[in-house]
């Protein structure tokens, strides 16, 4: 499942994101529609309360994610600069680190929220009605961020090293596997919402098998590697994860951004609607990871193309993949936009029976909700670009735009405008604006004299020696 022939440095930039785009979107198209799947499943066999349960526990393992995105991101990055540069051990270090450090995160934060699931329930939004539903279900999926965070992780690395198609088949194997599980657990054996949780653990732990498998025996570079404990090592393991986390901070925001979606709507759909009005967003939230995923498998196919090239200074292929990139999110965009414009009946009957009041909520609502994706789609390929040169600062200050500064006020003022309507235009506004701002910035920065920067240099300067 490798392609041994990709020569990042000299095959065709058009051919290269090709061989990258197309299994990665299709493993995170795999991904998305087992996500939604798994709603269908609990929609129709637990009811709107259940939906509603589910939302208010996907924030939490959404911000896990976001920090394994971060550190994927950070990790394939400085490892692609440090393989354009011949330092292979230093990679193997860079992603072993990595992986590490996300999996020491997932156990501080399963210590936290677990000790009390009842209390977690109620600082995430859960009324009084859904705190059984939500208790029951969080365990199992706060665990399965144990495994997710190594799947975040792992398939940056597994693509870096050449191997797209093995990454689409981690995302594809554990998806069919969630599918067939929801179903028994929640059918044939009656377990209702645990069950579901439960089927999302253990297909997330499927996947996590397959990165070791990966990682252990089939890389071709990027293998783990032991971490010497040297005071000196350890020093430069700090340094290593912390530029990891600069890289890879406006992924973290991104993902956050999700988060902060899901439980500033359901503070706001609650207030305004009630427990329907909270299954109804959750509707739209099962759909939303589909823009989400597709932005991301836009911007990490052009990644490692992006980042290798820099690290060699050829800064007119990073900018031909940049364009074919851009181009890619904008017609995809608009294809998913138009489809939840033209069928929403259909997208919401996949959940729920039309005719209960949670479903004609989301039928009104979810034409307004997907205005935002091509703009969603947009912004998250743009940033990854950012990214993947080592911009930090506009990838941070466009995350921040889209995550907190527009997306909070937006939900503040478009009610208290529009009532209900503009609670579904909330996030079309925020993810416009954003996309209206880094329009702004490539003009003005396109006007500037073209210098080449030497940001690598701190990454190529610092061989680490044990």
């Known amino acids: 499942m490798r392609n041994r022939s990709m020569d990042l440095g000299n095959d065709s930039v058009a051919g290269l994101f090709r061989a990258y785009l197309i299994p990665t979107l299709l493993g995170m198209l795999a991904l998305c529609a087992v996500t939604a799947t798994d709603g269908i499943f609990v929609g129709r066999g637990c009811g709107s309360n259940a939906l509603a349960a589910v939302n208010i526990c996907i924030s939490p393992t ?35 680190r990595a992986l590490l450090s996300g999996t020491s995160i997932v156990g501080i934060f399963l210590a936290l929220t677990l000790s009390s699931p009842e209390t977690t329930a109620r600082i995430l939004g859960a009324s009084e009605s859904l705190l059984p539903l939500t208790s029951e279900y969080m365990p199992w999926i706060f665990l399965a961020c144990l495994f997710q965070i190594w799947g975040a992780i792992g398939l940056f690395v597994v693509r870096l090293d050449g191997s797209p198609k093995y990454a689409m088949w981690c995302n594809v194997l554990p998806g069919f596997a969630n599918v067939i599980l929801d179903y028994l657990f929640i059918f044939p054996f009656g377990m209702g919402i645990r069950g579901a949780a439960i089927a999302t653990a253990i297909s997330c732990f499927i996947g996590f098998l397959m990165i070791i498998l990966y990682l252990t025996f089939l890389a071709s570079s990027l293998k783990m590697i032991r971490i010497p404990l040297s005071s000196e090592s350890i020093r430069k393991s700090i340094r290593n ?148 040169v080592e911009k930090v600062a506009p990838s941070i200050v466009f995350a921040l735009l ?41 003009l003005v920065d396109r006007q500037r004299s073209p210098k080449a920067k030497s940001r690598i240099q701190t990454i190529k300067q610092e061989p680490i020696r044990q």
């Open 62 to 96: 959404m911000l896990m994610m976001g920090i394994g995105l971060m550190l994927g991101v950070g990790a394939s990055v400085i490892a692609s600069i440090q393989l354009s540069d011949k330092r292979v051990r230093d990679a193997r270090l860079t992603i072993t």
């Open 241 to 388: 994860i912390f530029n990891q986390c600069k890289i890879g901070v406006s992924a973290l925001l991104g993902e956050a951004t999700m988060g902060i979606l899901m439980m500033t709507g359901n503070i706001v759909f609650m207030r305004y609607l009630g427990n329907d009005g909270v299954g109804a967003f959750s509707i739209a939230c099962y759909y939303c990871p589909f823009a989400f995923m597709i932005g991301n498998a836009i911007a990490q196919s052009a990644q490692p193309i992006i980042s290798y090239n820099y690290g060699l200074g050829h800064h007119n292929r990073s900018s031909a993949t940049e364009r074919f990139a851009l181009a890619t999110s904008i017609v995809i965009g608009g294809i998913v936009t138009g489809c939840f414009l033209l069928f929403p009946s259909i997208m919401v009957g996949l959940f729920l029976d039309t005719a209960t009041p949670a479903a004609e909520i989301a039928v009104k609502g979810i034409p307004l909700f997907s205005c935002a994706f091509i703009f969603f789609i947009f912004n998250l390929t743009a940033i990854g670009y950012f990214q993947s």
């Open 402 to 442: 889209r995550g907190i500064v527009f997306l909070i006020p937006a939900f503040a003022i478009m009610p208290e405008m529009f009532g209900t309507t503009g609670i579904w235009l909330s996030l079309s506004v925020s993810e416009f604006l954003c996309t209206l701002s880094i329009s702004v910035y490539y």
